[in-house]
């Protein structure tokens, strides 16, 4: 008789029955979650392990010579010097950011502050568009018609600005197919406009209304509001949003293999080619020379993991130090 | 007081010294300036997009047809016959593949993050880590499981899967735990309540409340997936004929695109360009159905 009352009342303590399911089920979410630590560790490991052979090869020649020589010339052997492809990311980065910030913080300020409700969807998609194109289609874009388009503007820049000292030098000859620097600067630009675009928005989003309408009150024109209560609140944010930009322009493989074309040189001409780190990998990975060339092009993967892993946790630190503040400045 | 009710000025006029025109003329103009410049960058960020558009639409359009989307690619690019139909296989399979396991992987990472983590330690370490992966470059990816899996094997459509697999996990977890955060909490405390224990209010209760926002994150993760180029072109190989097996070599659309833009011939140029339309396609119709989705089910915030 007892015994069955007892079997009635439901057990309600955590530890019945079902508690191992649940703890299954809490290891497996676990498992999933700790994956990413897991991928992010192996990447570091299997390549650096695999680029080994050629760091040890080339030792502080591969971050200080800046000639890739992978096959043997004249009984010497090959020469791996990343200095070129690593000044090519710079270069094309650095060009990218300049086209791409100005014209992101244009189009999140029209988003947030300009734009009739109308209008704001609609740009809104367009961005996602842009965002949606795959780089490849890009590349074709780039290579088929920006480039050989572009080469009569880069003759003319040539032509006016070439003469002048110093300056001169960074608007040289340029190529007559048009594939370079200049041209991979504007379309990795063009692909990183809607990364930079979405997080600056949202940034400028979090201005409390109340800081807008007081600039406004006290007879700000509207740039005035802009630049006296967006953009002081919003500082830490945009450096955040940029540096992710930076992060995605670094790491844009496919589409600057195609319109950078392929020269391993350092030079100040932004109209010349060049080679980017991550263009090199794809460019070369099929005909990598002698041994040990491909585990030397793995080594370039390891530097340019190194150096978008940086740039993004930094850009993640900032950006989530900026939230908080925000929040804080909202409460 | 008596200062403010002297300047009150008849209803509807404005007082003189608030009026636009008495805004000094370098200001005025500065404003105006900055309001062209704004309208110039969103004219910046659509003319690339129309012309990017324009001559996809225009020269592969010419490209299309049955023959061309299921024809053997030919050994020699510079021949205008056959197509991209292997291509459209291998993207159709290694990006089907990559979801089977990104999603559901990534699902549970974002279950463990916003039902059990939440803001523990380790789940805002997994969450900065998952951040700073959707940041790796996809070339670096396809180097790792060149590395860790190619190195071991062969290259193989299988390698290629996991390369997106592993290139989609962090945004679908990213994405997936943005719309379970946006479950109400009611609904949780409900089930439980009602002694359903968590695994069971997880999987029946806070997931269909979630689900259309997840899908919707996912089809967006599937359409970056199917336009990577560079991890295929390292660890895929390359074929002329069909392969619907995931070991031996295999090709994709962004491949062929990447392979055919570099040839000087006319014919390679307008099969890149065919190709380009083509994914271009697969890739606009899965994030307009990802939207539709997130628009027609989308959790009603509170």
């Known amino acids: ?9 439901p057990r309600l303590n955590a530890r019945g029955h079902g508690a191992a399911s649940d703890r299954a089920f809490n290891g497996l979410s676990l498992g999933a979650g700790l994956l990413v630590l897991a991928i992010l560790a192996l990447i570091l490991i299997t390549t650096t392990r695999e680029a080994w052979p050629a760091i040890n090869y080339a030792g502080l020649d591969f971050i200080t010579r800046k000639d890739w020589i992978p096959l043997e010339v004249a009984g010497a052997g090959p020469v791996y010097g990343a200095l070129s492809f690593v000044y090519g990311t710079a270069v094309v980065s650095f060009l ?7 014209v992101s913080i244009g189009i999140a300020l029209f988003l947030t502050e300009l734009a009739p409700r109308r209008l704001r969807s609609t740009v809104t998609t367009i961005i996602d568009l842009l965002a949606s194109i795959p780089s490849v289609v890009f590349g074709l874009w780039g290579i088929i018609v920006v480039g050989p388009a572009l080469v009569n503007v880069y003759d003319a820049i040539h032509g006016a600005l070439g003469g002048i000292p110093v300056i001169g030098r960074l608007f040289g000859e340029p190529v007559s197919t048009g594939r370079g620097f200049m041209t991979a600067g504007i379309i990795v630009a063009i692909m990183i406009i809607p990364i930079i675009t979405s997080i600056t928005r949202e940034v400028f989003a979090t201005v409390p ?3 807008k309408h007081a600039a406004l009150a006290l007879g700000a024109t509207r740039w005035e509001m802009i630049k006296g209560a967006v953009f002081p609140h919003s500082f830490g944010g945009v450096v955040g949003a940029i540096m992710l930009g930076l992060g995605r322009a670094m790491g844009e493989t496919i589409a600057v293999a195609l319109v950078i074309g392929a020269a391993t040189q350092v030079t100040p001409n932004l109209f010349a080619s060049g080679n980017a780190l991550a263009s090199v990998i794809a460019l070369n990975f099929g005909d990598p020379g002698v041994p040990p060339g491909r585990s030397a092009l793995i080594a370039l993967g390891v530097l340019l ?3 978008t892993i940086i740039v993004n946790y930094g850009a993640r630190l900032v950006v989530r130090r900026a939230e908080i503040r925000m929040k804080g400045a909202a409460a | 007081m008596t200062a403010v009710a002297q300047q009150t000025t008849p209803a509807g006029e404005v007082p003189a010294n608030l009026r636009r025109s008495s805004i000094s003329a370098r200001r005025r103009v500065t404003d105006q300036v900055v309001k062209v410049a704004i309208w110039l960058s969103v004219v910046l960020a659509v003319v690339p997009l129309a012309l990017v558009m324009y001559y996809v639409i225009a020269k592969g359009a010419k ?12 050994r020699q690019l510079a021949r205008p016959t056959g197509g991209i139909g292997p291509a459209v296989v291998g993207t159709l399979i290694m990006t089907g593949l990559a979801s089977l396991l990104a999603i559901p ?4 990472g974002a279950i463990y993050l916003n039902e059990y983590g939440k803001q523990n330690a380790l789940a805002r370490t997994i969450r900065l880590m998952a951040d700073v992966m959707t940041g790796v470059p996809s070339v670096v990816m396809g180097l790792f499981i060149y590395t860790a899996v190619v190195l071991s094997t062969e290259q193989s459509g299988l390698a290629g899967a996991l390369a997106l697999a592993c290139l989609m996990l962090p945004v679908v977890i990213r994405s997936s735990e943005e719309m379970l955060r946006l479950v109400p909490d009611e609904l949780r405390q409900a089930s439980l309540a009602l002694g359903a224990r968590k695994w069971r209010t997880i999987l029946t209760v806070v997931l269909p409340a979630a689900i259309s926002g997840i899908a919707s994150g996912s089809l967006l993760a599937i359409a970056r997936a199917a336009g990577e180029t560079a991890p295929i072109v390292l660890v895929v190989g390359l074929t002329q004929r069909t392969n619907w097996s995931l070991s031996g070599s295999n090709t994709a659309l962004p491949v062929q695109i990447y392979r055919n833009a570099t040839e000087p011939f006319a014919a390679a140029t307008d099969r890149a360009w065919g190709a380009a339309l083509t994914l271009v396609v697969i890739v606009l119709l899965t994030t307009l159905i990802g939207r539709l989705i997130a628009n027609r089910f989308a959790i009603k915030e509170r």
């Open chain 2, 63 to 74: 490209m299309i047809s049955w023959e061309f989307l299921t024809a053997d690619i030919p």
């Open chain 1, 209 to 211: 209304e109340a800081d």
């Open chain 1, 96 to 102: 990218a950011l300049i086209f791409a910030v100005p």
């Open chain 1, 305 to 307: 993991f190194a150096i």
């Open chain 1, 1 to 9: 008789m007892t015994q069955t009352t007892e079997r009635r009342v």
């Open chain 2, 105 to 108: 992987v990534g699902v549970l």
